[in-house]
């Protein structure tokens, strides 16, 4: 028969520094996903009310190619699916400073967190193949855009440029 002494969690640390970077890895996250669904929101509410009005000509840039190149977009294709990553990261990340000695950083929790970072890959590079194939302009975009980490560089002399 199982007792209470049994049962007592062995994890139980307090607040450290690895807490506080998954904390702020979280919140970026959270604040990347809502900026690029407000984008991605905005951008395809708009292409349809300009495709409802029969004038062709008024489908360009963007709205012509079909799928958003600019805000958040414009640094890397897909931001929900990297910054959702990043949160199940944010997730281990915090059952490492929980442990009471970090003698490893793997533990039992590592398991959700890379089948999901794995289940957010398969699916990027699916949706790469079907907006590919109904976008042919997707291709340039492909070759400017990195799909999930942003170039550093490549951002710098994007700014440099405006």
Do not use: H
């Not at 002494?5 to 506080?20: G, M, Q, S, W």
């Not at 409802?52 to 805000?71: I, K, M, P, R």
């Not at 950083?105 to 907006?131: D, P």
């Amino acid at each position: 028969m199982a007792t209470s002494e049994n049962c007592i969690i062995t994890y139980a640390r307090d607040l450290n520094i690895l807490d506080v970077i998954a904390t702020l890895t979280f919140l970026a996250c959270v604040l990347i996903e809502s900026v690029a669904d407000n984008q991605q929101f905005a951008f395809q509410t708009e292409k349809y009310r300009l495709r409802n009005t029969g004038n062709a000509e008024l489908l360009v840039g963007d709205y012509g190619d079909g799928f958003c190149q600019s805000g958040i977009f414009r640094i890397v294709r897909k931001p929900n699916y990297a910054a959702e990553q990043m949160i199940w990261v944010s997730f281990f990340l915090f059952s490492i400073a929980a442990q009471k000695e970090v003698a490893s950083i793997w533990n039992w929790s590592a398991i959700g967190s890379v089948l999901l970072v794995l289940l957010f890959q398969g699916s990027g590079w699916f949706t790469e193949k079907i907006t590919m194939a109904k976008y042919p302009s997707y291709k340039d975009y492909v070759k400017r855009v990195p799909l999930y980490i942003p170039s550093m560089l490549d951002n710098w002399l994007k700014l440099k440029q405006e």
